[in-house]
């Protein structure tokens, strides 16, 4: 009796040991789905925003994540700053696609749509794209014929405004051969032309007038090019249509209220507006592809 008793006893504890088991077991799986479907809903929610890097990279961060963290919470997504050391590092970043939201120039606009079906949701619809060529205030150049044979500073090859414009006008229109100096920024090249390394600069107005006032007031703009739209606010095709609704009417109201509005000018922005790639078909129709580097 003793043995049977011992053996109903035993077959008693497995079983009870089975079904504590099989209530583990089932608990894990219910939290594993859940982690499983919180990490993907995380990781769908999460939008890399890349930004051309026309300034420093500790100003353009203190500039664009005070933006990123609004529209963010108007759109109920998290917007991550995705760093770019420099315009080709940025280049070769949209052109693969790491971005979900970027801001970028007129021409990357054109490559990217190309590259990646990058479509623009929105730009300043007040202020065109113009670049400036700009000297030192007490240079004794005047006009761009002058600059035939100097150093000439630009932020990238491939910086619309800055560098691409105008090197295509000295080209095509001023006959002028000049050794170009590529340095990574646009405030580079200001501080560049201010300290006497290079005789000029290319850069655009915006940008311009962002510099502390003891840079700007040691520089004069010589050249005004061209016009074209301003750079644009784009999005990847990846994104899901409701999600591209919630960023872009985020970014619209932020334009619409003074405390972000005074986030957008520090851009600059002006005014927000709705784009579309017909906006930058004239780009396509002044062959600067001749101009244009590709790494």
Do not use: C
């Not at 529209?71 to 420099?86: D, L, M, N, P």
């Not at 920024?185 to 311009?208: D, E, F, I, K, P």
């Not at 932020?254 to 927000?272: F, K, V």
């Amino acid at each position: 009796m003793h043995i049977v008793k011992e053996i109903y006893e035993m077959r008693k504890r497995v079983l009870m040991l089975w079904v504590r088991s099989v209530k583990v077991v089932f608990i894990l799986m219910i939290f594993g789905s859940l982690t499983t479907a919180w990490v993907g809903q995380s990781e769908a929610e999460m939008l890399k925003l890349g930004v051309v890097p026309q300034f420093s990279v500790r100003r353009l961060h203190a500039v664009w994540e005070p933006i990123a963290q609004a529209v963010g919470e108007q759109a109920k997504v998290t917007v991550k700053i995705i760093g770019s050391s420099s315009i080709p590092v940025f280049e070769k970043q949209f052109m693969a696609g790491v971005f979900d939201i970027v801001y970028l120039n007129p021409y990357h606009m054109v490559e990217a749509h190309r590259a990646q079906g990058y479509q623009p949701i929105l730009r300043d619809i007040k202020r065109s794209l113009q670049g400036i060529v700009v000297v030192r205030k007490d240079s004794p150049i005047r006009r761009v014929k002058e600059l035939d044979g100097k150093v000439i500073a630009f932020p990238a090859p491939n910086a619309l405004g800055a560098a691409l414009i105008p090197r295509a006008e000295f080209d095509r229109t001023y006959r002028i051969a000049f050794s170009p100096w590529y340095v990574n920024s646009h405030s580079s090249v200001y501080l560049n032309v201010m300290l006497g390394r290079a005789v000029a600069g290319g850069g655009v107005q915006q940008t311009l007038s962002q510099q502390p006032a003891h840079v700007r007031q040691e520089l004069r703009v010589i050249y005004r090019t061209s016009q074209f739209a301003s750079h644009p606010i784009a999005v990847h095709p990846r994104m899901a249509s409701e999600v591209r609704d919630r960023v872009q009417q985020a970014f619209v109201t932020m334009s619409h209220r003074p405390p972000d509005q005074a986030l957008l000018a520090n851009i600059p922005i002006e005014a927000l507006g709705l784009a579309s790639m017909a906006d930058y078909q004239p780009l396509e129709a002044i062959g600067l592809e001749h101009y244009y580097v590709k790494e």
